[in-house]
């Protein structure tokens, strides 16, 4: 009996490779991601921190140069977290880029293992017709051979 022997064994290598780095830049956005969504949090705090100084500042009558002084810390700020957001964004874009590739490659692998599957299947049953065939014919030989 031959052993079954897939055609496209190098293509399911490469799409079986082209899942898994897919899979891998997909994991890598998340993180960045990630990151990016502490960053945001964190630069939305210190602002917010910084805004209840400003607002204290001026409601204890503080002096007009140390409120201006917390008010342009505050400018500093905003304009921090408005980058983290944008950041932010751009790597909910990646995100979303590396789900798609990740889900494309996931369904050519996926295309490749079920013909793999169907091709294997067709080499079984063939195989079990041939054994088959040998059986039924075997009584046939078993006759020819007592009466040859």
Do not use: W
């Amino acid at each position: 009996m031959k052993p079954f022997r897939y055609r496209l064994t190098a293509v399911q290598r490469v799409r079986d490779r082209r899942e898994h780095e897919a899979t891998e830049q997909y994991a890598r956005a998340l993180a960045v991601r990630a990151n990016a969504q502490q960053t945001v949090e964190r630069a939305e705090r210190e602002l917010a921190a910084a805004q209840l100084e400003c607002s204290n500042l001026l409601g204890d009558g503080a002096p007009a140069g140390e409120v201006r002084q917390r008010q342009s810390f505050c400018t500093v700020l905003q304009e921090a977290r408005d980058e983290a957001a944008r950041q932010l964004e751009q790597a909910e874009i990646l995100l979303n880029q590396a789900l798609g590739a990740m889900l494309t490659a996931r369904r050519e692998a996926e295309a490749v293992r079920k013909h793999h599957d169907k091709a294997r299947a067709g080499y079984q049953q063939e195989q079990q017709r041939e054994e088959q065939k040998v059986l039924d014919d075997l009584p046939l030989r078993t006759l020819a051979g007592m009466f040859g």
